[in-house]
C-alpha cells in the first residue's frame, strides 16, 4: 500500500518536473529570442578600422577586439570595418570620416604617418571620438592609448636573433610592407642598431610586399635573382613570412636564414619544416582584446598612454609547442 | 468548516467533478500557452517586418531629402528649401519612430549607426540649405560663402555616400538578423509545438491518472466490501474491521457493515452461549437421570439381599422366645440381637438416620460378629459425641466394618482390631474404619479407588461403590472419600459436610 503511494507520489513529482522544464524551455526560448532585440543607445559603439582583411595577424587582433566586445558586451558593441583594397589608406581614412558622420564613441586603428588620414583621426577627435592605436602608434599626436608592440625594441630583438643565427657574419635583405608605417620603420631602427656591433652583417637591399604575398614572392625572386650574394632574408612585417612559410619548401628556401615577424599559422608551417629559422611573434590577439578592455573600463584619454604588449622569439621547437598549443 | 466540507471531495461524484474541472483547466490553460506562444511569435514577425519597412522608409526620406537638398544647391529654389525644410521634418519624425518604436532596429549596430549618420546628414544639410537660404538673399553674394557652400555641399554628399553605404550594410546586416531571428523562430514554433505536444500529454496523463485513481479507489473500495462479506460468510466470528479509506460513501459504507456485523456476531455470541448452557444442562440432567439409576439399582440389590425380613424379624423373636423357655440365654441374645439389626435395617431402608443410631446399629452387628469369632478380633469405638445428630443415610459404616472384617482380618487368627472413629473437624464429620489386617498394596488402592469414584465402570467392589454413591448422592457431591495404608493399618474414610443448620443435622 505504501509502495504504491509512493510511486503514485513519483509519477506526480515527474509530470510535475516534466511541465516545469517545458514550461522553462518555452519562457527561456523566447527570453532569449528577445534579448536579441537589446538596445544599443546605451551602448559605447566601437569602430575598429583594420588596414587589412587578412588570414593572420589583422584576424588575430579583430578577433582579440571581438572576445573583448563580448566579454564587456553590456558596455561596448565592436564593429569592424576593412578598406575594400588592402592597406588603402584613402579608403581607410573614408571609413574613418564615415564613423565621424556616425557618431560613434570609439576608433581603434592602425596608426599611420599619411597625413588626411591623420587628420580623419584629429577630426574624429574633435568631435569627441576615443581613438586607440593598435599595433602602429603616432608620435606626437592627439591624445590616445597606443596598444601593440614596442616595435623598437622588437626590431632590436631581431637584430639579436639575426647576429646569433649567422654568428654574426651575413649579408642580409630587409623586406618591409610599405613606406610611411611607424612601426616598421621602428623595427628596421631596432635592427639595424644592434647589427651594427658585427662588422660582417651588411643590409644590402631593402624591398616592400606591399601587404601582400604576391608581392612577397616577387621580391625574393627579384631579390634572389639580383644579388645572389644576399645569404639572409628578414622580414620584419608578417606577410613576408606567411606567404614563404606557405608556399616556399625547405629545398626551395632561398637563403640560408630566413628570419620574419608574427607567429601566423602559415609562418609556423615554414618554421616547422625548416624554410624559416626563427619567428618573432607579437601578441595581435591581446592588442585587440586590451583597446577594447581601455576603452570599456577607461573613460576618455586625455593624455597619451602607450600598452605594451609583449615579442616572444620562436623557433621550429617552439612552434610544435604552439601548435599543440592552439589544438588544445 | 461547512464550506471546506462541500469542497472536500468525499463523494464518488465529486471525485469525477473534479476530474472534469481539472481536464478544463488543462484544456484552457493549453490554449492559453497555445495562445501566448502564437501571438509572441506573430510580434516577434511583425515587428522584423515593421523594422524593415521603418528602415526602408528612412531610406526613402533621405533619398527625397537629398534630391531637395541638391535641387536647393543646384537651383537655388525657394520651393527647394522649403520642401528641404518639410523632408528634414520628415527624416526627424522617422528617426524619432524608429528610436521609439521597436527595439528590433536599435537592437542593430548598422542601424544605429545610420541614425546617427542621418543627424549629422541633417546638421549639415541644415547648415547648407541655411548658407544657401543666406547666399540667396544677400546681394554680396561673397565669394568665402560659395567657398564654404560648396564645401558644406561636399560633406553633404560625402555624408549622403556614407548613408547610402550604411543602408547597405544594414539591410545586409537586417536580413541577416531577419534569417537567423526567422531560424530561431521556426526552432522556437518547432519548440513550442513539442512542448505544447508535452503539456498535452501530461495533461492527459494527469487526467487518466486522476480517473484511473478514482475509478481503482471505486473497485478497490468494492473489491473490499466483497471480500470482507465473504469472509464473513465462512467466518461469522472473524473480528477483523473493514476500512476502506476512500473518503467517500464507501467509507460510510464500510461502517454501517461493519456494525451491522458486530450486531450479528453479537447475536451469535449470545446464541452460542445459550447453546452452550443447554448443553450443559442436558448433561447435567443426564448424569442426574443417571445416578438415579444407579441409586435404584443399588436399592433393588438392597431389597434383593433383604428377602422378607420381616419374616425372619419374627421367625427370629419367636426363636428368641423358645431359647429363653429353654434357658439358653447367650442364644436367646443372639436372636434379640440380630432381630435389632435387622429392624433398624428394616425401619430405616428410606430414611436418613443420626450417626447415634447408625453406630448404635453398628454397634448390634459388631455383637453378633463377636459371637462369630469370640476374642478373635475387636472393636473399638471413638465416637465425637457433637456427631451424634449427624444426620446421614443408613447402612454405611456396617458395611465398612464387615468389608474390613471380610477382607482385611479374614485371615488374621488373633490380634486383629478394628477401629471406628468418628471425629468432628471445622464443619466437617469424618468418618474413619480401620484394620490392622492384611490390608492391601498401594496399587490395588489405586486401582480400587478409581473403579471407585468412576461412575460409569460396572465394579465388583459393589458394597463400597454403593456407599460411595448414595453419600454422594446424600451430600450434593461434596464427599471425600479415601482409602489408606499406613504403619500396618487400612483406613476407609470419608469426609462429610456438617452443617450447624439444614439437612445434614437433625435435632
Redesign the interface.
Known sequence: MRDSRGK?IL??LG?LV??AV??F??GY??R??AR??????NKT?ISVIMPHRDDGYWTYVVNGAQDGGEQYAAQV?V?VYYPQLNYNIDQMTALI??Q?????DAIIAQGNEDSAYQQALVDAWNKGIRLVLVDTDIADFVPHVYIGTDNYKAGQEMGRQLAALTGGKATVAVLSGQPGYDNLEERYRGLIEIAQAYPDIHFVQLEYDNYDSLTVLNKVKQIKNGNPAVDTLVCIEGTGGQAIGNYDTKEEKKFRYILVFDNMEETLKGLRNGTIDGVEAQEPHQMGLLAVRDIAINGVTQTSRALYTSIRWLTARDADRQVQADEQ | MSNKRTLALNTVSKKYSFGYVLLAVVAVALLV?SFT?DH?LLQ?YN?MTNDLLELNNLYIEMETANITVNASYLFLKNESFTEYRQESANIGQVIERI?TG???N?????V???L??A???LEQSDELVALLQQYVSSPQKREDQYSRITEMYNHVQ??MT??N??FQDAYSAKLN?VR??QN??A??QQ??VV?QL??LL?GV??CA?YFT?VIKGVTHSICILTGRVREIESDVYSTRRIEVNSNDEFDDFASALNRMIDVIQTQMHTIRENANIHEKLSRAEIENLRIYNELQKSRLKLLQSRINPHFLFNILNIISSEARLENAEKSAEMMETTAAYLRYNLDNLDKKVTLEKEIASLKNYVDIQRYRFEDRYTFQFAIDERCNTFAMPPMILQPLVENAIKHGLGMVLQGGCIWVRVTRADRRVEIRVEDNGVGMEQEKIDTLMDHIKRLNTESEHIGLRNIYMRLKYFYDDDVDFDITRTDGLTTVQFSLPCKEQGWPCIQ
Open positions: 503514485g509519477l506526480r509530470i516534466v511541465a517545458s514550461l524551455a518555452l526560448d523566447m532569449s529570442l536579441l532585440s537589446a538596445n544599443l543607445e559603439r558593441d564593429k570620416r564615415r565621424i558622420a556616425a557618431k560613434v | 500557452i506562444c509572441y516577434q515587428g528610436k521597436g527595439r528590433g536599435l537592437a542593430s549596430r548598422e544605429v549607426d545610420i546617427y549618420t543627424q549629422t546628414y560625402e555624408t556614407y548613408i553605404l550604411g538578423q537567423e531571428s530561431q523562430l526552432a522556437l519548440r513550442v512542448s508535452v503539456l501530461l496523463a494527469v491518472l485513481g
